[in-house]
């Protein structure tokens, strides 16, 4: 699959204005790009009870899926607040969750104005699936 890694991360950095991050004031926007061409995007949703917020990448996971998706071939992470942003711990887990048993997931991420692209081993060495 042929990905256009610029267009991909541009959507992240559109959807990390609709960020609800008052707490930590760190906004973060993801895109994810399935198989078929199709690009969903999230952003991280801050709560009062911690617990509840959701980061950008599950977000735009979690919407993928709620719209039939199961296969992630691709996602871009931004901030406006960072020079770099990579994934947490459970971002990673999730993403692997999603992943092709053929091919892993390219996560897109911009350090210092430059995309930066790694495939999810990269961040996840030992990810599993049941």
Known sequence: MNIDYENLMNKAKEVSKNSYSP???????????????????????ENSSF?????AERCAIFKAVSEGQ???S??????????SCYPCGAC???????QSD????EVI?????????????YFLPCGFKI
């Open 23 to 45: 707490f930590s004031r760190f906004a973060v926007g993801a895109a994810v790009l399935t198989p078929d061409g199709k690009i969903y995007q999230g952003c991280n949703v």
């Open 51 to 55: 617990g509840m917020t959701i980061c």
């Open 70 to 72: 199961r296969i992630i």
């Open 74 to 83: 691709a996602i871009a992470i931004y901030s406006p607040n960072s020079d």
């Open 92 to 98: 990673r887990q999730v993403m692997y969750e999603f």
């Open 102 to 105: 053929d091919e892993e997931i």
């Open 109 to 121: 991420t911009e350090n210092m104005g430059q995309l930066e692209i790694n495939k999810l081993s």
